[in-house]
């Protein structure tokens, strides 16, 4: 869906592409209520919980070595996830994030493994950052 058309939450171009969304989106209103349409806005409901990332990116300057040891305690957290071990998972995904905090399917893996450890709070916060 949105592959080759990912920003960064970290990119300069993040701040054009904010801009463009509120124009947009002041445009289709004024499209509306000029044709006589009373406009509501509302947010989208999620379920964070059940809805992974559609993309991932890492930060950009990440060099090869920190890339390298980045992989390693990730895919260690995935393997101790699946084995049921969410409190040693999420120790190895907190490594990772230490690393490079950018790349969303970490705080969605995070999210899920702090949510069977009861942490609702911290949960929802790596659910939303995802």
């Known amino acids: ?40 806005l509302s947010t989208v409901a999620t379920n964070l919980r059940q809805c992974a990332p559609f993309a991932s990116m890492h930060l950009p300057d990440l060099s090869d070595y920190d890339l390298q040891r980045w992989k390693n305690f990730y895919e260690e957290g995935i393997a101790l996830e699946s084995e049921g071990k969410d409190a040693q998972a999420i120790e190895s995904y907190l490594r990772a994030a230490a690393i490079d905090d950018q790349w969303a399917a970490l705080h ?4 899920r493994c702090l949510l069977s450890v009861q942490k609702f709070e911290s949960a929802g916060k790596h659910f939303t950052q995802a």
């Open 108 to 111: 969605y893996r995070l999210g």
């Open 1 to 40: 869906m949105t592959a080759g058309a990912s920003v960064s939450p970290s990119d300069p171009r993040m701040e054009k592409v904010y801009r463009y969304f509120r124009l947009n989106l002041r445009d289709m209103i004024r499209g509306a209520q000029g044709a006589g349409a009373k406009v509501i």
